[in-house]
């Protein structure tokens, strides 16, 4: 039997609350239908200071747990540790989020056999939420499709279906309001099945407890935390790139029949700066793997990388850079370029040695990848060393997959 668990965090909602919980209870004939015959409901009072918790204690059918304050996540998870259901779901107090749609997210959850189904609220249907949080909503899933590879329209939305085995996966989470957009991200990089299914959006009851400023900062955070946790390449390699542009960028502004030196320097130092960023990110790519016993690159919206990393040719792009570097200085002294008389006597030997120590940066990095790239592998080598097994196709290399016993998979093309 099939047992969902719903779990609602309540902070001076005495306006709403009981609405809410009675049409929470009026779903279960309809979650019965799609298979869902266990059924309970949590209210965690999240240290109210009003009527909150007696509403709630009017009603038989609810538990209620009152805890200090501790926050929306935080609430949550109180709710979560106490829940018996195999699926785990919460929504707001406040009657934004239409507690009639638990019937289709679960059934979603059940035929797709969803780790978790995301009630969205930018997919389409009806939505009353105000236009600044609605510009921002779409701004936050904007930048963890593009930080995770994985396409996702509502990031933050706070009614959610979860299998409770996924939980271990998703934690640590915060206490705050960036509670939902932290397990977003979370679930993308533990590789989870996620599924978005619309919902309807309502006005609330009372006054919004989020801040935009404030809880849109910590939003941000969150996201773009949660990458650099898995996937830091994603925004080391993004900011590198933007930086590679706008100097080649300031490279052709500055160009021409009279050269401007000072800014070609500049442009100059912002492309060394990019590549600089770049390979530190995939540095970091190998060391959080490490942990994650698993491989983090992957190519874009899931797709499989068809092309071996770019760190792969740091080693003779990092030579090339050299040879650029001294090339330059020794034409420039034979050009006489550096005399204290020429146009920009200081010009060649700078940009000679951001050259030669962009270089030598690469090779580093190349040589630092490779160690890390073995490490990371050494055990299920070790393992088909010692079984017998096929060795790995020339420039692939074996990882552990998440949830199976010395399972392995490609190092490059693997998604997270």
């Not at 002294?333 to 010009?347: E, G, K, L, R, Y």
């Not at 630092?368 to 020339?394: C, F, H, M, W, Y």
């Amino acid at each position: 039997m099939t047992t969902l668990s719903i779990v609602i965090p309540a902070y001076n909602e005495e306006r709403g609350i009981a609405e809410i919980i009675e049409r929470v209870l009026a779903v279960r004939p309809a979650l019965a239908k799609v298979g869902v015959e266990g059924f309970e409901l949590i209210v965690v009072d999240d240290g109210s200071h009003d009527h909150t918790a007696a509403i709630v204690r009017r009603y038989a059918d609810v538990r209620l747990i009152s805890q200090p304050n501790k926050g929306y996540g935080g609430a949550l998870k109180t709710g979560f540790r106490e829940a018996r259901g195999d699926l785990l779901a919460f929504l707001d107090a406040d009657g934004t989020y239409p507690p009639e749609a638990y019937p289709d997210l679960c059934r979603v959850a059940l035929e797709q056999n969803a780790d978790i189904v995301v009630g969205s609220r930018m997919t389409g249907k009806k939505s009353e939420m105000p236009l600044t949080r609605r510009v921002g909503n779409t701004f936050f899933a904007a930048l963890l499709s593009v930080l995770s590879s994985t396409r996702v329209s509502d990031s933050a939305s706070g009614m959610r279906v979860i299998r409770r085995a996924a939980m271990d996966h998703l934690y640590p989470l915060p206490d705050g309001l960036n509670f939902t957009p932290a397990m977003s991200a979370r679930a993308i990089f533990e590789n989870m099945k996620i599924v978005e299914a619309p919902i309807e959006y309502s006005e609330r009851v009372g006054r919004s407890k989020l801040s935009v400023i404030k809880d849109g900062l910590r939003f941000l955070r969150s996201i773009v935390w949660t990458v650099v946790t898995y996937n830091p390449v994603r925004l080391f390699g993004l900011v590198g790139f933007g930086l590679i542009a706008l100097g080649l960028l300031v490279a052709l502004i500055a160009a021409g029949t009279s050269p401007e030196f000072p800014r070609l320097f500049a442009a100059l130092v912002l492309v060394v700066a990019g590549i600089n960023l770049f390979s530190i990110g995939t540095l970091f790519n190998y060391i959080v793997s490490l942990f994650h016993h698993r491989h983090i690159r992957q190519g874009l919206f899931g797709r499989p990388m068809l092309y071996k990393p770019l760190e792969r040719h740091f080693g003779w792009l990092g030579t090339l850079a050299i040879v650029i570097g001294l090339a330059v200085y020794f034409f420039a002294v034979i050009q006489n370029w550096t005399a204290p008389t020429s146009p920009a006597p200081w010009f060649a030997p700078a940009a000679s040695a951001l050259l030669v120590l962009t270089g030598m940066q690469l090779i580093a990095s190349w040589l630092l990848s490779r160690v890390l790239s073995d490490l990371i592998t050494r055990d299920v080598k070790a393992q088909q060393d010692l079984n017998g097994e096929p060795q790995p196709a020339t420039g692939k290399a074996m990882l552990y997959t998440p949830g199976l016993e010395r399972a392995a998979m490609p190092l490059e093309g693997s998604k997270t």
